[in-house]
């Protein structure tokens, strides 16, 4: 077995009541004006002035940058960072879920290591950690509050660049399911699915290790459970924090045993289409892991029982179709969108978007290997 190295915040605050707890322990970093790093939900919600005002008890000055676009662009990390200089911020606080999370490690990367943030795409393309950031987390699938992936937009080159930076890391992640009760059904869901996909892809990753193997079985079996019913009930507060603590294991296994084809693809559809990344995440689960199965049927079917199937006496083709099966049944009773079609996706882009598919760092651990003609079938599959 190759040497592991796994990544993942030094602190990580958990379970209802984790705010008040996590504003007490940023004092001890010494930090003294923060730019918080949101979207205009938020904003007008009130919940960026009630974190400037937690941070104002412990003598920390803040100033809110809220312009997050749902998919981020190279644009929202250049204002942000401009924000961030004129104000002479020496710390990062993203507030939200994926989107202001990754807008805010773009912004602390450039802040330390200078240039733009296209200059960081690919593998540990910088030189020096981010500026000290702490990531407080408003929903229940990216885990990018704890993880070393950050996807920002490219609005010129219409994709979505995946930067995977170990200094992107935060210092502090926050997961607080009080503050996810608030989140929409649609939402919920998409986020939910994102997570169930993180799981998945890490589990048949050609990096995946006992540890990333523990994590994501036990984050499948808890979103099975805790999903439909966080969805139907967005205010099932034991629900809500179930899948506050899947996500963040879905989170620590794929950010040690990275992703595969779902997520290259998906953000080939974000970037170009700007859906959501959880709804093309999770029409695209079933189609790629069809097109793994002669790589990792036994793991499929591993993922088929911690789905709650009972596999016994099924052989692998059969554990598969299983497995499939099953997301597919989850993704029906959360309300996901059948296929692409229903996104407005088009056939004729078909090739471009695999193209560029195939340059993703996100495919480079997928179990299987594919040619352009293979991507092409596989988003023909999932339309």
Not at 65 to 72: A, E, G, K, L, M
Not at 206 to 229: F, G, S
Request: hydrophobic letters at 45%.
């Amino acid at each position: 077995m190759a040497v592991s190295t796994f990544f993942m915040p030094a602190v990580n605050m958990i379970g209802r009541g984790a705010l008040s707890d996590a504003v007490d322990a940023v004092q001890a970093y010494g930090l003294h004006r923060a730019l918080i790093v949101t979207d205009q939900g938020l904003l007008q919600c009130g919940m960026a002035t009630r974190i400037q005002q937690l941070l104002n008890q412990q003598g920390i000055e803040s100033v809110v940058y809220s312009d997050t676009r749902p998919n981020p662009t190279t644009d929202n990390v250049q204002q942000g960072l401009a924000l961030l200089q004129q104000q002479q911020c020496d710390c990062v606080i993203s507030l939200g879920g994926g989107s202001p999370h990754d807008c805010a490690k773009g912004i602390a990367l450039v802040a330390s290591n200078g240039g733009s943030i296209e200059d960081y795409e690919g593998v540990d393309r910088s030189s020096r950690p981010q500026l000290p950031m702490i990531a407080i987390n408003t929903t229940a699938g990216t885990a990018s509050e704890i993880t070393r992936f950050c996807i920002i937009t490219d609005p010129i080159r219409h994709i979505k660049m995946a930067i995977v930076d170990k200094h992107v890391t935060p210092l502090l992640s926050v997961n607080d399911p009080e503050l996810m009760a608030g989140m929409p059904s649609s939402l919920t869901a998409a986020t939910g699915m994102d997570a169930l996909t993180h799981a998945v892809e890490a589990y048949v990753s050609t990096a995946a290790n006992p540890i990333t193997d523990a994590c994501a079985l036990k984050a499948i079996t808890m979103i099975v459970h805790a999903l439909p019913q966080v969805v139907q009930r967005g205010d099932d507060q034991p629900a809500r924090e179930s899948m506050a603590y899947a996500q963040f294991l879905a989170g620590m296994a794929f950010n040690n045993a990275s992703l595969g084809y779902v997520h290259a693809m998906a953000h080939q559809l974000g970037g170009f289409y700007d859906l959501p990344h959880g709804i093309c995440n999770a029409i695209l689960l079933p189609h790629v892991q069809a097109f793994n199965a002669p790589a990792c049927a036994k793991r499929l079917g591993d993922i088929a029982a911690a789905m709650g199937i009972d596999i016994h006496g099924l052989n692998e083709q059969q554990q598969t179709e299983a497995c499939i099966g099953a997301i597919k049944a989850l993704a029906k009773t959360v309300n996901i969108p059948a296929g692409l079609a229903m996104l407005q996706v088009k056939e004729s882009d078909f090739a471009l978007l695999a193209t560029n598919a195939l340059q993703d760092a996100c495919g480079v651990t997928n179990p299987r290997q594919a040619s352009q003609a293979e991507i092409i079938a596989i988003f023909k599959a999932a339309l």
